[in-house]
């Protein structure tokens, strides 16, 4: 089955104590990328990924961190959270050029609170 | 800076009506288009697209209207049914901004009355 994991799914931290979502996909996407889910605000891009090695900043990447050593793994990490870090993040993975039949699929998110 | 706006926040329809969600953008750049749909404690999932150089796309139930000159789009629903009831954004890629970014709206949060 094609998909997108993410782990944790929940998680409390306190601030400032490192944290790394993982996030893993099985369809041999060379596209990944992290959002962040907040209200009234939509789905926002942290971080993105073209292909192993290569990562770019999204449109709010302050505070976060990524790497790409393998095509299917695409970890994000909070090296120091603050509690304007509390979101909703969703990975996710597409093929290289978005074409009308392609698309990007989401991971189930994990809700972070840093307290 | 919204540059994919869905100005109405929630909607309700009775089951069995259309639902009709709208979304406008800003951004010229923009040449594909997607709707998603979101369950809670669960990702987006695809629900359809539409390329800048069509203006309808349907896929059964679900019909994908764009309008280029007026900068939107709309997503029609009919019949509405019970299981449509979940949170929709709309979506906007540029595809030749060497990024497979999508910019997303805010959200229309729909409930189908039984």
């Known amino acids: 089955e094609a998909q997108v994991t993410q782990n944790p799914r929940y998680l409390i931290t306190v601030t400032g104590k490192k944290l790394t979502v993982t996030c893993s996909q099985n369809m041999n996407h060379e596209y990944m990328s992290w959002y962040r889910q907040d209200p009234g605000l939509g789905l926002r891009q942290i971080y993105y990924?073209?292909?192993?090695?290569?990562?770019d900043k999204g449109d709010v990447p302050e505070g976060y961190k990524v790497s790409r050593k393998e095509k299917r793994n695409f970890p994000l990490i909070l090296e120091s959270p603050s509690p304007n870090q509390t979101s909703l993040y969703f990975c996710?993975?597409?093929?290289?050029?978005?074409?009308?039949?392609?698309?990007?699929?989401f991971g189930p998110g994990t809700r972070l609170l840093v307290l | 800076d919204q540059q994919v706006k869905q100005n109405s926040p929630s909607l309700s329809v009775q089951e069995g009506r259309i639902s009709i969600l709208n979304c406008d953008y800003t951004n010229s750049m923009f040449d594909y288009f997607l709707w998603y749909k979101k369950y809670p404690a669960e990702g987006p999932t695809f629900l359809i697209s539409?390329?800048?150089?069509?203006d309808k796309n349907e896929d059964g139930r679900f019909t994908v209207f764009l309008n280029k000159s007026a900068k939107h789009l709309s997503l029609h629903i009919v019949p509405s049914q019970p299981g449509d009831s979940a949170v929709y954004f709309c979506?906007?890629?540029?595809?030749?901004?060497?990024?497979?970014?999508?910019?997303f709206g805010t959200g229309t949060r729909l409930t189908i009355i039984p």
């Open positions: 990924s073209m292909n192993v090695e290569v990562t």
């Open positions: 539409i390329s800048s150089i069509k």
């Open positions: 979506a906007a890629s540029a595809s030749k901004s060497g990024n497979e970014k999508l910019t």
């Open positions: 996710a993975s597409s093929p290289l050029e978005l074409a009308s039949s392609e698309t990007q699929y």
